[in-house]
């Protein structure tokens, strides 16, 4: 390893790694980028965030307190523009590639006409956001509270994804929904 490439390295450790619960060797988040309550984020190894993404897990809102947790695995990628949102838990899993513009969050306002203006009103988390190993998300896609996506789906650019697919989906559209999967048995794509 040549001196500069020694210095490079150094540099990029120094400036492209926040302060998180958990970074992997290897693993960089790129600036500029907006990283609150870095403590509540665990990143694997060999992963990428790009330029202007935004990692918040919301520890208090008014009067409420949280225990969020975002995990992401090994070899990620994350494009830039990306917002992650949480209040309790959003996992990513190893390998899976997420373009630019993403949207994932585990967070809903209070929606209740009787209980004053919707930033008034507390928070409430319609469950978890785990996306399986090997996923791609395409461009401007939002996946909203309480989405479980199975190993090695895919998803179609801008969708938005408002329920629970398995493995080997192909989803797409506003909402999102079943296009094909791949039967395991058969080894071949099966459109729905």
């Not at 838990?89 to 373009?99: E, L, P, T």
């Not at 209740?112 to 190993?133: C, F, H, N, T």
Request: net charge positive; aromatic share 8%; charged share 20%.
């Amino acid at each position: 390893m040549t001196i500069k490439t020694f210095l490079k390295k150094i540099i990029k450790s120094i400036i492209y790694k926040p302060k998180l619960k958990k970074i992997g060797c290897n693993s960089y988040v790129l600036l500029p980028r907006r990283i609150i309550n870095g403590k509540y984020i665990s990143l694997g190894a060999n992963s990428i965030i790009y330029r202007n993404s935004i990692l918040h897990p919301v520890v208090t809102y008014g009067n409420q307190s949280f225990l969020p947790s975002i995990t992401i695995g090994d070899d990620v990628y994350i494009g830039g523009f990306c917002q992650i949102h949480c209040m309790e838990q959003i996992s990513i899993g190893d390998g899976c590639v997420i373009s630019e513009h993403v949207y994932i969050s585990d967070i809903s306002h209070g929606m209740e006409p009787d209980l004053g203006r919707i930033m008034m009103q507390d928070l409430v988390s319609k469950g978890p956001v785990i996306i399986g190993d090997d996923t791609f998300i395409g461009y401007g896609v939002s996946i909203l509270p309480g989405v479980t996506l199975g190993k090695r789906c895919i998803v179609g650019t801008r969708s938005v994804v408002s329920k629970s697919f398995p493995d080997y989906s192909v989803i797409a559209g506003v909402p999102a929904k079943l296009i094909k999967y791949y039967d395991v048995d058969k080894k071949m794509w099966i459109k729905v």
